[in-house]
């Protein structure tokens, strides 16, 4: 089971920070990502870090949005600093179904809703 939070109401230019915390199961070694829903449109992974700690992200979020991991707490992060109003979404946290890379985003939270306003 992954449970985000962190996510909430900020000024455009403003920070937030997400927390997806795990239970149940480690996943340690299976790449994690961030995902975003805004209304109206699809799904979208805006961030992943691969089970050593490589991250990569999409062109719309690079230099403002950090993710990391913490496997001692089986925990993934999102650092989003300079917010803009398309930021705005639902954010999901998701784990790959198995280890080192392998099979797809099997595990899914219940999303976190980001609001930015301008």
């Known amino acids: 089971q992954l449970v985000e939070s962190g996510g909430g109401l900020v000024q455009a230019g403003g920070s937030l920070r997400l927390s997806c915390a795990a239970s149940?199961?480690?996943?340690?070694?299976?790449?994690m990502g961030w995902f975003r829903q805004a209304p109206g449109k699809e799904r979208g992974l805006v961030a992943a870090i691969n089970w050593s700690g490589s991250a990569g992200y999409g062109d719309s979020v690079k230099g403002r949005l950090t993710i990391s991991r913490n496997n001692a707490k089986n925990t993934v992060y999102l650092q989003m600093n300079s917010l803009k109003p398309e930021d705005t979404a639902v954010y999901y946290c998701?784990?790959?179904?198995?280890?080192w890379g392998g099979g797809e985003y099997a595990y899914w939270g219940q999303g976190t809703q980001v609001t930015v306003s301008s």
């Open positions: 998701a784990a790959k179904s198995g280890p």
């Open positions: 149940g199961r480690t996943f340690s070694m299976n790449d």
